[in-house]
């Protein structure tokens, strides 16, 4: 983002911890009454005054709306979608300045995964995802995604992010996070570190560690810090290439760090963490669905076997936008050939049907990869 957008924001979300907790320790406040805030606010999802959060200090009272304002949060749903089969809903968030973004709800039935019959009903509990944005906008550049042809208008912060989860809470109780909506997470760092440990403390949101994801195109340092920041933590890639050449011609970032260096990246993660790491491969027809790219993301992946999973997202033409480049879906056949190929040299690969149920990657294309 251009860095200032944060700097110029008339007031942040109370939602916002070390913002808060900053005004708190300037006033000689005790912390503790933050918890209370936080608490009442994602309860009654984000509405209302400081002056609805009973038993504060009178001090509170005061000093709270001159730095955050007379509301509690920040931002509005002006739009909301949900699909015909009622399992994606899209949620258009405006912010106080006017910037926008989108978050997505995916619902599916957790252990029996989803239908493959017309009218048929799955037994099994109902988990939804949440796909949220931590940028308006993105500079990574990837030409099969509109969002990142728009170029970087702005970050969003850690208050802004974790409101896209108290309005989805509002609609359908969330179970798992997935940071694959607009914008790249690693680029807007420490606002996403401070999201997620909202959304995993267990006196706030209370979400396990092993139902967020962060997903990104490859921010060589921060992937290497969020292993120590946030080990517990989903990590996924968007690597979309078996090699530097290629990888170059669909995401230009690339250039900014290389395939190998990526790669040992993504192999110190794991030896900080310990956890699996998810590789996002969306399929190109005729551009890095062939089976020589197969062999040669076998290759890649091969030294990594144990800890790496592969989710081949086959390209949607129908969720591009005005800017992404012109790409055609794969052929059914190619997923086929390709996935047979990376399960032969022993590679782990999530079916198709699921891959292609959770088709929604960074407003062209989110994905869940729980």
Same mark, same amino acid.
């Given at each position: ?70 509301? +509690?949060?920040?931002?509005? =749903?002006? *739009? &909301? ?6 399992? #994606? ?5 405006? !912010? ?59 970050? +969003?912060?850690?208050?802004? =992010?974790? *409101? &896209? ?6 609609? #359908? ?5 997935? !940071? ?191």
């Amino acid at each position: 983002m251009p860095p200032s957008r944060v700097k110029k924001l008339a007031r942040h979300s109370v939602l916002d911890e070390h913002r808060l907790l900053e005004l708190f320790k300037r006033n000689g406040i005790k912390s503790c009454h933050a918890m209370t805030i936080w608490k009442h606010s994602i309860l009654h999802g984000i509405q209302g005054t400081i002056a609805d959060i009973p038993e504060l200090p009178k001090k509170v009272y005061e000093v709270v709306p001159q730095e955050f304002g007379d509301s +509690l949060g920040t931002s509005k =749903i002006v *739009e &909301q979608n949900t699909s015909s089969d009622g399992t #994606t809903t899209k949620i258009l968030l405006e !912010f106080q300045d006017g910037l926008r973004a989108e978050s997505v709800i995916m619902r599916y039935d957790s252990a029996l995964g989803r239908n493959t019959e017309a009218n048929a009903s799955r037994a099994g509990n109902k988990r939804a995802t949440l796909c949220v944005s931590s940028q308006v906008g993105c500079q990574m550049g990837c030409t099969f995604c509109a969002t990142g042809t728009m170029g970087l208008i702005g970050d +969003l912060t850690a208050g802004e =992010i974790l *409101e &896209q989860l108290v309005m989805a809470n509002k609609i #359908t109780p969330i179970r798992n996070i997935v !940071f694959m909506g607009m914008g790249e997470p690693l680029n807007n760092y420490a606002e996403v570190v401070g999201a997620v440990n909202a959304m995993i403390d267990p006196r706030r949101f209370g979400l396990s560690p092993a139902h967020v994801t962060v997903s990104t195109v490859g921010v060589v340092p921060r992937i290497i810090q969020m292993a120590e920041d946030l080990p517990a933590v989903n990590f996924a890639l968007s690597l979309h290439a078996p090699t530097q050449e290629l990888r170059v011609k669909i995401v230009p970032s690339a250039k900014a760090f290389p395939l190998d260096k990526l790669m040992a990246a993504v192999d110190r993660h794991h030896e900080i963490s310990g956890r699996a790491v998810f590789i996002e491969y969306v399929m190109l027809s005729e551009v890095n669905d062939g089976e020589e790219q197969a062999r040669q993301l076998a290759e890649l992946l091969t030294p990594r076997k144990g800890h790496v999973t592969v989710n081949l997202i086959p390209w949607n033409p129908m969720l591009a936008k005005d800017g992404a480049e012109p790409f055609d879906a794969p052929n059914p056949d190619n997923i086929q050939r390709f996935q047979i190929t990376l399960k032969e040299c022993g590679i782990p690969v999530l079916p198709p049907p699921r891959a292609l149920s959770l088709a929604h990657r960074r407003i062209c294309q989110h994905i869940d990869s729980l």
